[in-house]
């Protein structure tokens, strides 16, 4: 028995869910008595409305029986329900005439969309009931949001007109005026309603479509009303919805060019009204009232006289607030027979019309109720409801963005001539509301980024913790209440979800667009932030702040000031000062969008199976033209087209033709790839057309990574925990998961020595007590820092950046009475009396450091000695009871600073800080007289110099010039698998501050860590290329990086962006190398490599393969370009062929080094015709000549090397990377050889682990990378 052929598959995102026609019910109108009774009264009263029609694709044709419109039948589709309507040919009665009026006396079942309920559809559509009038009204929009059980939206836009009501003998004769008829003399004119429902919330788009509509509907006879409603919606049902990006469609509803704009990307939300009109109805700041009333989450009912303001500025409201998103009821328009929901117990946003202000207002408690109409916000509580303000600042700012908005289009076209043609003028208006709409976006962005940017200093992400207690006490007095109700909601918890899974959504997109510069060093810090001199300076010098910040400088009589009590916050929001904003009144500089229309074809009529063909031919025509004009590097309008040529291919049954289309957008721009519909798709083939698909290899590899993606992937993560201190005793390994969620410290061996140093002469785990008593000590030294506040003779001694980090208690010195306090860098004496400053040293000039006593009468005084490099004099500090922990913290930091100094590498200070800090924080903890013994546990820096002293070889301190950290913050060092450096440009597409130099570094499981060169400090934090180790990079044109993997995929990363939207799959095992020809004749293209020995050359424009070839060794593990040939390492061998895989050249290992038995590691072609490789198991580097590969080969040995994994040719330099012994250890070597020389001039020991990957900087500076027991890069000078 032949197998059942598949149904054509529909475009899954078709506007039309479903399209009704409502009005009276025909019954409350019979009877010519009714009419009669009703002349001569101008508004008739109100009927219940019902739905008369209802449309719902597919549409089929009676002609031919083919399905006319498929944008419903979905794959895997759950069933729907079904309305059975019963239509029969009716008795002529007076009111025949009305439309959808019965005609046909068959009955069919309508399958009715999940989410929209017939029942309650009518009281939506009419939801201040049908009233009958006396003349003709003017047609009317409103707009719907219905939301299903599991909380999906649809969208519905409601055109209401007036139709005359007529007897049987009087048809309307399609004229544009009403003929008078016998019953209608005195006028009688009854309202209906045509409803479209779609998935996607086009209200602008459909208000134009029904308004289209509606001109026809006017000219019609009543009986062909349903008609042109049936074409209408099958319209409707056959135009996509277009994939995010800048591609808009553009269908002809005449006499209206309709524009179905696209979302910007996506996760952003689809925008298809204007976001300008609450700012038209309210102040500022009662906006700024309203989002903190949804923020908090409260009841909050929306009125006005105007049904469409309802839903318009609701929506708005709910943009302003992404990435946030309501979780609760969400119901724009409540008709009268509804106004029971007002009465709901829990969160939720609605809208009522504005006559049952007064009765919503009485009838209900605890509601927020909004006046759209005048622009006030009351409760419906006599006692009031307090509802906090937007903190101060962020409040500020987002005033004074909003004041410079130019919100009306007519002063920008003041000074221009006047548009003729209506769709110009249209074109011109839209333009016009979409850059306004960005501005807006990005101001309320730049709103919630205010308002919630230092939650991330409190997460913990690898146990998902979030500390609230401690967030809460670094916000200012007067925003804590806002805070604390905030914290509570649904939706700052699902905020907190998708903070610690790391989504780089709009909010984390704009955090990292406007951090500073010292929130970037921040982010490569290990030691506990405290405010920089530079903050400090910036404070604002008023008295308030002052009294309530901690003094630091003994002031005269200073127990006598009180503090001025903080002026009561108001329920409605504060009148503020703009002129004290530090930030700027600008509005932010948002970039213009450039975007583009694909206009789709006409459809005609009538609408049978054969129009519906030629229609999508049509679109496959001109969306394959469209493609053919493109220039090549206009990928990211390409992918749209594959997306829309995919979809057209699915509703042809063509399913062959559309996973081609899929496979190359895959390949394209992997963000809009549908993988869920691609997988439908598959499943829904019939074996031949399957076998047919896997003969193809692009689609048999598309195939196999979505049908196995679908089944592996696990289910995400997304538990937040609260954090909270423990309540039973704790092994060593419970501590250190308590210590990581509390934010204090994440280093694993550090916590283990704060375990030790905890559990001294006890038993091997820690109490609750002890643990609570360390976590206040510390957070208390935490918040006395953050409220240190330094004279301004002080700190204009002192570096921008230097932070204090511990002050002592008053003392007595040999230079004054006063306290010492401790920054990253120095010991200073803050003086007693007159604030001044005595420098005491730098940590890089102390010489010695010393605790002992002093006879003061009869008493031994603990004093601290310290002697400095350069100076003769002693500092003496009578430091009493703290003296000994003083020096603990003064012998790490000198410590540490050496260490720092000795190894180039910042980082050992910040670790110092660390234990420094720590150490205060135990001995606050235990308070006995063994404290200072269990502190001396943390002194890691200071043991590492007296036990293992190990200096650094003079010429690896020459050339060394600074260490950095891609792993800072994780829990383990991870390994540096691949370097690349890509220097500075000024691109037309990049902000200024993007034009600088980058280091790009491949850590292990796909992740990206980026650099900034100039600075050395983090510019993009880790995300991720994959899940899999990467293998190679190339800087392939100025805005691609090409990453090579062990899945086989080569992945490219928008240098702009920083993010990861194309994949190349033509690979089929780990692509092992990438190379770039960059000629001025040839077009550039790239090489790639993988380990089955297939080479493919790229056209870096189109990215299509241009030519493949396969070496039969396999093996192969790089490749370089030479001459115009290619040389490839296959490990036994390496093979010369031209760049299309014609064999010239073969150099074997067997046969040039005497039968060893051994691989070629990796080789460098030099300029002076010479070969250099690397062998495995061997200290050696070999050279052949290039014009005669059979002689042996030259050795350069390589001392005390026992492993070599890279190398790299740097001017007349071969550096080598590798393992080798040093002082008797094993630590990650780099050899430097002289290539004239033969010799090998510098042997360079920075890491502890092996030196995995080299990279060169404009050949002024060498990049090392270090294995995963040290993960740091090493930056070396060239000479």
Known sequence: MAEAAPQPLALPSGLLELCALLGAPRDSLRGPEQVAQRKGVKSLSSLDPEVLSVFVPPFVSKEDGQTTGASCVLLSKPRRR?????????????????????????????????????????QLCFPGGVCVASEPKEDCVHFLVLTDVCGNRTYGVVAQYYRPLHDEHCFYNGKSHWEPCRLSAAGCFVPFAVCVVS????????????????????????????????????????????????????????????????????DSLLIDLDLHLPLLRFRPERVLQILSCLLTEQRIVFFSSNWALLTLITECFMAYLHPLQWQHTFVPILSGQMLDFVMAP??????????????????????????????????????????????????????????????????????????????????????????????????????????????????????????????????????????????????????????LSRRLDAFAQMDLSTQSEEDRINGMLLSPRRPTIEKMASRKASASHATHRRMVVSMPNLQDIVPPELPPRNSSLRKVDTGDCRSSSTVLNVSPMTTYTFKLPEIHFPLVGQCVQAYYCDCVSLLSKAMSFLAPESSVLLARYFYLRGLVHLMQGQLLGALLDFQSLYKTDVRIFPADLVKRTVDSMSAPERAQAEQTPELRRLISEVMDKAGEAPKADDRVKNFELPKKHMQLDDFVKRVQESGIVKDIGTIRRLFEALTVGHQKQIDPETFRDFYTCWKETEAEAQEVVLPPSVMEHLDKNECVYKLSSSVKTNRGVGKIAMTQKRLFLLTEGRPGYVEISTFRNIEEVRSTTVAFLVLRIPTLKIKMVSKKEVFEANLKTECDLWHLMVKEMWAGKKLADDHKDPQYVQQALTHVLLMDAVVGTLQSPGAIYAASKLSYFDKMKNEMPMAVPKTTAETLKHKINPSAGEIFPQAVDVLLYTPGHLDPAEKVEDARPKLWCALNEGKVTVFDASSWTIYQHCFKVGTSKLNCMVMAEQNQVWVGSEDSVIYIINIHSMSCNKQLTDHRSSVTDLVVQDTAEAPREVYSCSVDGTVLAWNVSTLRVTSRFQLPSGGLSSIRLHNGRLWCCTGNSIVVVSVNGFPRQELKIDENLGGISTSFLGFQLMPEEQLWAACAGYDDIYIWSLKDLAASPERVPLQDCSEINCMIRVKKQIWVGGTGLSQGKSKGKIYVIDVERRTVEKELVAHTDTVKTLCSAEDRYVLSGSGREEGKIAIWKVE
Request: overall charge negative; proline content about 8%; hydrophobic content about 35%.
């Open 346 to 499: 829990t969160s939720f946003l609605m809208g009522c019309h504005l006559d049952h202000f007064a009765e919503v207002s009485k009838e209900a408690d605890g509601l927020i109720l909004i006046n759209i109409d005048n622009g006030s916000i009351t409760y419906s509580s006599d006692d009031g409801i307090d509802v906090p303000d937007i903190p101060l600042l962020a409040a500020q700012t987002f005033m004074q963005r909003v004041q410079s908005l130019q919100l009306h289009h007519e002063l920008d076209l003041a000074h221009l001539g006047s548009i003729t043609d209506l769709n110009e003028g249209r074109a011109c208006r839209r333009a016009w509301q979409q850059t306004l709409n960005r501005q807006i976006q990005q101001i309320t962005l730049q709103l919630l980024v205010s308002i919630f940017r230092e939650v991330k200093n409190h997460l913990n992400y690898e146990h998902r913790v979030f500390n609230s207690e401690e967030f809460l006490k670094t916000r200012a007095p007067g925003d804590q209440e806002f805070y604390k109700q905030v914290l509570e909601t649904y939706m700052f918890h699902s905020f907190l979800k998708a903070r």
């Open 82 to 122: 079904s309305l059975r309507k019963k239509r029969e040919k009716p008795k002529p009665e007076p009111w025949k005439g009305l439309p959808g009026g019965p005609r046909e006396p068959d009955s069919e079942d309508i399958s009715i969309p999940n989410g929209v309920d017939l029942l309650a559809l009518p």
């Open 199 to 266: 998935r996607f919330p086009y209200y602008t788009a459909l208000k134009d479509c029904l308004s289209c509509l509606l001109t026809h509907l006017k000219l019609c006879k009543d009986f062909e009303v349903d008609n042109h409603i049936r074409d209408f919606a099958a319209k409707l049902s056959l135009i996509p919805s277009p994939p995010p990006g800048p591609l808009h469609l553009v269908f002809n509803m005449k006499p209206l060019q309709i524009v179905f704009p696209s979302r910007a990307d996506p």
